[in-house]
C-alpha cells in the first residue's frame, strides 16, 4: 500500500448544530522549521473549514499560551485524557492531525460508516499490511468494535505486577464505566447464554462486554445518561464536555505534531504543521502526552531525537493473532432465529493455564448495528433475511517482536511487520469449534472444514507495543507512563503495551488513560 494511499469509504462529514460556544485567538508567533522536514503525508490529511472549528470548538492558534497539559492525538486514551484534566482544572490542549468528520460513532448514524485512514509510512519488502492510521476527531474511536473484554492474570502476568492490580482493584470497573458498558440484552441472548454455560461448564460463557450503553430499566435512574448513548466515542466524549461548560480544553485540529521539543529533561513543547493554513505552530506545556497512536506515537518521537537508554523506541509493533470460521444457523434451532442477532464471550475456566484464548461468537452478524427509524426501508432491506450467517473468532496473546520497526525514512517513516506464523491451540480451539457447530445444530461438513488463521488482518488494528512500558534498560515508559529520560512527558496509547494481550486492548487503554489524567 503506497504511503499516500487514502480510503475512504463513503466520504461523508456530518456536522451538527450543537451550541458548542468557542473563541478563536489570533496568531501572534510562528515557530522557526525546516520545512523539507514537514513529513509528506501530512498533506493527504483530511481538513476542515476552520468556520466549523469557531462554532463548536474552543480552538485557540496563539503561540504564547502555555497550558499545563498538551495531549497529541484524540482517540482512545487521547480523548480521555484531555477531558479528565480540563474537568480538574487544568488548561489543557488537544492537538489532532485530522478534521472533524463525526460528533458520535458511525454506528449512532444513518449514514454508511465512514473511515479516513491514511497509510502513511513506506513498508520494507517483506513487510505485512499494517492498516492505516486514523487522521480524525476520536481517532480510531469513532467507528471500533466497541469490544471491551477484561484481561486475565495469564495475561496480566507479562505486564508490570503495579499495573495488573491497578485494573483488577479499580481500573477496569472505571473504565467500564466511562465507557458505559453494555447490561442489558435481548431476552433470547440472555437464555442462550445461560442455555451455553450448562452445556459448555468448562468455559466462561457471558454476553460479549460491549461499549454499547443500553441502560436497563430501575439503572442510572436521575442519570442525565439515563436515555442511551449507544457506542462510546471520544468524539463524543470531548463535545458533551466543551457543549456542558468545560471551558478548559482547548481543541486544535489540522494541526499535525512534527516533534516535542525537549530542553535538557523537560519537554517544553510541540512543533505542528497547521495543514489548513500551510504553516508550523509551536505550542507549549508543562506536561506533554503523546496519544497519537502506535504507529505515530514513535514516529513523533523518533523525529524529536528522544533520549532512550533502551533502544526501544519504534522496536516491535505487533498485532495478536486470529482464527476464523464462518458457518451458517439453520432455522430449527431453538433460542435463535433469522431475525436475531447475538455475541458470545468464551473463555477456559482453568485460571492456571499459562496460556490461553479468548472466543467470540458472532451470530446472524447481518444485524449487528443494524439501525433504521424508517420501517419501509427496514423491512426492505430486512424484513426478508437470509439464514443466520455467524462466525467463531479466536484471538491468541503474542509476545512483541523486536524484528518489527518503525523507523525514518527520508520525511516519513518506514514501517516493518513480519507477518504471522504458528498455529497456537490448534487441537484444543478445533475441538471447541467442532462442540459449538454441534451445539447450533450447524451442518456437519463444518466439522470437517479448518479454522483458518490469519497471518494479517484485522487484527493489524490492535498494533502495539512500539514505545513500550518497562524497566529504563528494556522499556520507554516506566510504569506511571513517563519516558524516562524525562520529568514531564508521557505516552498513552497502544504503543505502551509491554506485550499483546489476547484481550481486545480497549478496555485496558481506556483504564490505563484514566489513571494517567487522574495521576496529571
Not at 474537568?87 to 449512532?108: C, E, P, W
Not at 458533551?240 to 499535525?256: I, Q, T
Not at 509476545?399 to 525514518?408: F, V
Not at 487441537?427 to 494479517?456: C, G, H, M, T, W
Request: aromatic share 10%; glycine share 8%; proline share 4%.
Amino acid at each position: 500500500m503506497n504511503r499516500r494511499d487514502i480510503l475512504r469509504i463513503a466520504g461523508f462529514s456530518s456536522f451538527f448544530q450543537a451550541g458548542i460556544p468557542s473563541s478563536h485567538a489570533t496568531q501572534t508567533t510562528s515557530a522557526q522549521f525546516d520545512a523539507a522536514k514537514i513529513p509528506s503525508y501530512f498533506f493527504d490529511i483530511k481538513s476542515n473549514n476552520r468556520d466549523v472549528e469557531r462554532v463548536y470548538f474552543n480552538s485557540n492558534f496563539d503561540e504564547n499560551c502555555e497550558y499545563d497539559v498538551v495531549v497529541i492525538g484524540s482517540g482512545m486514551a487521547g480523548g480521555i485524557i484531555a477531558t479528565s484534566a480540563s474537568n480538574r482544572g487544568m488548561k489543557t490542549l488537544l492537538l489532532d492531525a485530522g478534521g472533524l468528520s463525526h460528533f458520535v460513532h458511525t454506528s449512532n448514524l444513518h449514514i454508511s460508516q465512514t473511515l479516513d485512514v491514511v497509510a502513511p509510512y513506506g513498508q520494507s519488502i517483506d513487510s505485512a499490511s499494517y492498516g492505516g492510521v486514523a487522521f480524525c476527531f476520536g481517532g480510531k474511536s469513532i467507528f471500533w468494535s466497541n469490544v471491551i473484554p477484561r484481561m486475565e492474570q495469564w495475561e496480566l502476568n507479562h505486564w508490570p505486577s503495579e499495573i495488573g492490580r491497578y485494573l483488577l482493584d479499580s481500573g477496569y470497573d472505571l473504565a467500564e464505566r466511562l465507557l458505559r458498558k453494555q447490561t442489558s440484552f435481548q431476552q433470547n441472548q440472555d437464555i442462550l447464554v445461560a442455555d451455553m454455560r450448562n452445556r459448555f461448564t468448562d468455559f466462561q460463557v457471558t454476553n460479549l462486554p460491549r461499549a454499547f450503553h443500553t441502560p436497563a430499566p430501575g439503572q442510572r435512574r436521575g442519570f442525565p445518561d439515563e436515555r442511551s448513548t449507544g457506542a462510546f466515542s471520544t468524539a463524543a466524549l470531548i463535545t458533551s464536555s466543551l457543549a456542558n461548560g468545560n471551558r478548559n480544553l482547548v481543541v486544535n485540529f489540522n494541526h499535525a505534531a512534527i516533534s516535542i521539543e525537549t530542553s535538557k529533561e523537560t519537554a517544553t513543547g510541540v512543533l505542528c504543521f497547521d495543514i489548513v493554513e500551510k504553516r508550523v505552530r509551536k505550542f507549549k506545556g508543562k506536561k506533554i502526552v503523546l496519544c497519537a497512536g502506535a504507529l505515530e506515537s514513535p514516529r513523533i518521537a523518533l523525529t524529536s531525537n528522544l533520549v532512550d537508554r533502551s533502544g526501544k523506541i519504534g522496536i516491535g509493533p505487533t498485532y495478536h493473532q486470529a482464527a476464523t470460521m464462518q458457518f451458517t444457523i439453520p432455522d430449527d434451532f431453538g433460542y435463535l432465529t433469522r431475525f436475531d442477532q447475538a455475541k458470545i464471550f468464551m473463555r477456559p475456566t482453568d485460571l492456571s493455564r499459562v496460556e490461553s484464548y479468548t472466543c467470540e461468537l458472532a451470530l446472524n452478524w447481518q444485524f449487528w448495528d443494524a439501525k433504521c427509524e424508517d420501517d419501509y426501508a427496514w423491512d426492505k432491506r430486512y424484513g426478508n433475511p437470509g439464514p443466520a450467517k455467524s462466525t467463531i473468532k479466536f484471538l491468541f496473546r503474542r509476545q512483541l517482536d523486536d524484528s518489527n520497526s518503525i523507523r525514518l525514512s527520508g520525511d516519513s517513516a518506514e514501517i516493518k511487520i513480519s507477518q504471522m506464523s504458528g498455529e497456537p491451540n490448534k487441537s484444543e480451539i478445533s475441538n471447541l469449534k467442532n462442540r459449538v457447530i454441534q451445539y447450533f445444530n450447524a451442518d456437519k461438513r463444518y466439522i470437517y472444514e479448518p479454522i483458518v488463521y490469519e497471518n494479517e488482518g484485522d487484527a493489524y488494528w490492535h498494533i502495539a507495543g512500539s514505545l513500550r512500558m518497562g524497566g529504563r534498560e528494556i522499556g520507554v515508559i516506566d510504569e506511571n507512563l513517563r519516558f524516562h529520560e524525562y520529568s514531564n512527558l508521557f505516552a498513552c496509547d497502544l504503543s505502551i503495551f509491554p506485550d499483546i494481550p489476547a484481550a481486545n486492548p480497549s478496555l485496558t487503554l481506556a483504564a490505563l488513560a484514566i489513571r494517567l489524567g487522574n495521576h496529571l
